[in-house]
């Protein structure tokens, strides 16, 4: 129906892929830097972005 949408073909494995270098990226900075400041604000705010988030969708 769309023109772009003809251009990129999202496949399973193309999303799979995605999503195995997503978590791994997640996994590595996880192990490499535990005290960064986005991984800070992220833990300390979790229920209120949890909850956010859920209002959201």
């Known amino acids: 129906m769309l023109p772009e949408a003809a251009d990129v073909a999202v496949t399973p494995i193309y999303v799979r892929r ?3 270098k ?4 997640i996994a ?6 535990v005290s960064s400041p986005l991984l800070d604000d992220h833990s300390s705010q979790s ?3 949890g909850n956010s988030s859920r209002k959201r969708l």
């Open 28 to 33: 590595d900075l996880e192990e490499q830097d």
């Open 47 to 49: 229920p209120r972005q």
């Open 18 to 20: 995605l999503l195995r």
């Open 22 to 25: 997503l978590l791994a990226k």
